[in-house]
């Protein structure tokens, strides 16, 4: 699955000069310090969080269980490891509870990376082992529109809803979410966070554009799917159109999401940005791309003349095989 300091160490210090003894007490009173206050920022202090919730903690002991999990000295290849190898079987509600509580865990500073990918096994764990099924989708749902949380986190859990929303999971023998009115709500809050305007520079509608294209490729309802792009219409034509402003990154998503999801009606904003020698080499690689899926005949020219540039040669190349073959058109 997709999807980034801590003290250093006193160094030794060669000197004449001997310190006087209270210094040396002073300076190890300060160490000790330091050291206790970087250890106590890797304590999780869920206990708020999880009674919000009406769940328990399930005491020390639980919070021992896990305490590796959040730390940064142990290397997350090896904290992902024990989330594989746990035993289901043993597990309690409150292991369960904390580990969903973890998923608000806020990193130090320098420890991000390790913790996003610790923090995506937990959520690839419960999915696939089915463990809080009843609450899996408002847990992530939760997580997805959580603004105190990292973006990263944010798209893991688009990414996972997503999956647990899929039925193809059951050909692999992993749950999916079953109830009706779980699924109405997590696509509609899905959908939603696509255009609010305040993650318009954030990775977060890229990411849930292309769970939509997932989910659909993974035999989800392409009917519910077709209704939140109806939705997204005029929020997709602004963006193409450049009315609506978004992160260049946020702009290519959409872009390719006329193509992922076969959006014609979109073509001619499409053609005249894949035309636009003044624009963005980013834009303009993706619809080039994109007219392969959505173009016409009268696009042919256009790649031909994209044929000879390196940067477009590629993209140009495959959509014209494409546009050949889908409207049987000569080589």
């Given at each position: 699955m997709f999807v980034r300091f801590s003290f250093s160490r006193l160094k030794q210090m060669k000197s004449k000069i001997i310190l006087p003894i209270g210094l040396v007490l002073l300076l190890g009173v300060g160490w000790f310090y330091w050291e206790s206050r970087e250890e106590?920022?890797?304590v999780v202090d869920l206990g708020g969080v999880l009674e919000e919730k009406g769940l328990k903690m399930?005491?020390?002991?639980?919070?021992?269980?896990?305490?590796?999990?959040?730390?940064?000295?142990?290397?997350?290849?090896?904290?992902?490891?024990?989330?594989?190898?746990?035993?289901?079987?043993?597990?309690?509600?409150?292991?369960?509870?904390?580990?969903?509580?973890?998923?608000?865990?806020?990193?130090?500073?320098?420890?991000?990376?390790?913790w996003w990918v610790v923090a995506n096994e937990i959520m690839?764990?419960?999915?696939?082992?089915?463990?809080?099924?009843?609450?899996?989708?408002?847990?992530?749902?939760?997580?997805?529109?959580?603004?105190?949380?990292?973006?990263?986190?944010?798209?893991?859990?688009?990414?996972?809803?997503?999956?647990?929303?899929?039925?193809?999971?059951?050909?692999?023998?992993?749950?999916?979410e079953v109830d009706e009115d779980v699924i109405k709500e997590s696509i509609h809050v899905l959908g939603s966070v696509i255009s609010d305007?305040?993650?318009?520079?954030?990775?977060?509608p890229g990411?849930?554009?292309?769970?939509?294209?997932?989910?659909?490729?993974?035999?989800f309802d392409e009917n519910k799917i077709d209704q939140i792009l109806t939705k997204l219409e005029p929020w997709i034509s602004g963006v193409i159109e450049g009315k609506v402003e978004v992160s260049?990154?946020?702009?290519?998503?959409?872009?390719?999401?006329?193509?992922?999801?076969?959006l014609s009606e979109h073509l001619e904003a499409i053609r005249a940005l894949a035309g636009n020698q003044s624009g963005s080499s980013d834009v303009r690689l993706n619809s080039v791309a994109v007219l392969g899926v959505v173009g016409s005949e009268a696009d042919v020219s256009l790649l031909e003349s994209l044929l000879d540039h390196p940067q477009f040669q590629y993209a140009a190349t495959t959509a014209l095989k494409s546009l050949r073959q889908h409207h049987q058109l000569p080589n």
């Open positions: 106590k920022e890797e399930g005491g020390g002991e639980t919070e021992r269980r896990w305490a590796v999990l959040t730390d940064s000295k142990v290397l997350w290849q090896k904290r992902a490891g024990i989330l594989r190898e746990m035993n289901t079987r043993t597990l309690r509600s409150e292991d369960v509870d904390f580990l969903f509580g973890l998923l608000r865990h806020q990193p130090r500073m320098g420890a991000e990376e390790g690839e764990q419960l999915r696939r082992r089915g463990l809080g099924k009843d609450r899996y989708a408002d847990e992530l749902t939760e997580i997805l529109m959580d603004s105190e949380l990292d973006p990263v986190m944010r798209d893991y859990a688009a990414q996972h809803l997503g999956q647990w929303l899929t039925p193809r999971g059951k050909e692999l023998g992993y749950p999916c305007e305040s993650l318009a520079f954030t990775s977060i990411t849930v554009l292309r769970v939509f294209a997932d989910m659909k490729a993974g035999g260049l990154q946020t702009c290519c998503s959409a872009i390719q999401a006329v193509g992922s999801f076969g």
